[in-house]
């Protein structure tokens, strides 16, 4: 495309990257490229799935509200999550927004009962949502400005070099346009919705865009299609992009205060007791979710809901 058309910009190889790469492979687990939380342990799952269970009873319980999840991976975290919404008397339909047909096969096999959708929109009207979206808005893609002029790539030799270096400042109107969407969609049906990602929770300066490979930080520019690319999600701009009509935001809160605030530390002593043999797994589990120099700090959670339904827990200080 470069060789045909010119230069393109960041934000059009991020996507065209991006999108070869989730259509081709499964990227998770340790023969891929990297791990999500609700892979770590099911007590993120768990605890994500209590979270939506108890904005749903508080709600009054409305028979018609379903489960959604952006990105949905392999399935683990909507299998964890579900397990604590049934047993809470959650009976409602599941949704999963998913473009993979690799990802789509594997969330098949764990959830033959859920449809797929390419977008919200599509989701029947009427039901309110309890949504989540965990490491999905950090693969959207970027612009990248260095002053007033986009940054763009060019073949230099053999090799795709970047037209611009310098101060970096970066927005996403993907993820814009997929917040307002969430907003826009939980204000008309209600219901609430937890996003999940590693970000700052200020719009600022500075290049975010990296690529793994094989759990390794990677050139961006090496291997197009063949490695995933992210860059740190702005939670301000998100929450910005959501707050549409009557809709409310809570304040961004980090991963692992979320989590204990929650009572993870509870959960995986009753996991450990019940499973003695796994103590120390599960107490390595609960660090890599929630330490400092782990993910507790790097990844945020912050939460959108609808004005009638109540602000889900573990925001307050």
Not at 64 to 80: F, H, K, S
Not at 181 to 187: K, P, T
Not at 272 to 284: C, D, K, M, V
Request: net charge negative.
């Amino acid at each position: 495309m470069i060789r045909d058309q010119g230069l393109i910009s960041v934000e059009q190889y991020m996507g065209l990257c991006n999108a070869l790469y989730y259509a081709t492979r499964d990227p998770l687990g340790a023969a891929g490229d990297f791990t999500t939380a609700p892979e770590i342990s099911q007590m993120f799952g768990e605890i994500v799935g209590g979270v939506l269970a108890d904005c749903w009873l508080r709600a009054g319980a409305p028979p018609n509200a379903a489960y959604v999840e952006l990105g949905p991976g392999r399935g683990t975290l909507a299998a964890d999550a579900l397990r604590v919404l049934r047993h809470a008397g959650f009976a409602g339909a599941v949704h999963f927004v998913e473009t993979s047909p690799l990802l789509r096969d594997a969330q098949r096999r764990r959830h033959p009962q859920a449809d797929w959708h390419d977008s919200l929109v599509t989701i029947p009207a009427g039901q309110p949502l309890l949504l989540v979206a965990n490491e999905f808005f950090d693969a959207l893609s970027i612009r990248q400005w260095v002053g007033a002029k986009e940054r763009r790539i060019l073949f230099e030799g053999d090799r795709l070099e970047f037209d611009v270096n310098g101060a970096i400042r970066e927005d996403s109107p993907a993820r814009d346009a997929v917040a307002w969407e969430i907003g826009a969609q939980l204000d008309v049906r209600g219901g609430v919705a937890l996003i999940i990602d590693y970000g700052h929770v200020k719009t600022g300066l500075g290049e975010t865009l990296q690529a793994v490979r094989s759990h390794r930080y990677s050139d961006v520019l090496a291997n197009p299609g063949e490695q995933d690319l992210t860059a740190h999600v702005d939670f301000e701009a998100l929450a910005k992009a959501a707050s549409i009509g009557s809709i409310k935001v809570t304040r961004v809160v980090c991963q692992g205060k979320w989590l204990e605030r929650l009572g993870i530390g509870a959960r995986a002593a009753a996991l450990a007791e019940a499973h003695p043999e796994r103590g120390q797994e599960i107490a390595s589990e609960r660090a890599r979710l929630c330490d400092a120099d782990a993910m507790g700090e790097l990844f945020k959670v912050m939460a959108i809901h609808s004005a009638n339904w109540p602000s889900p827990a573990g925001f307050d200080e």
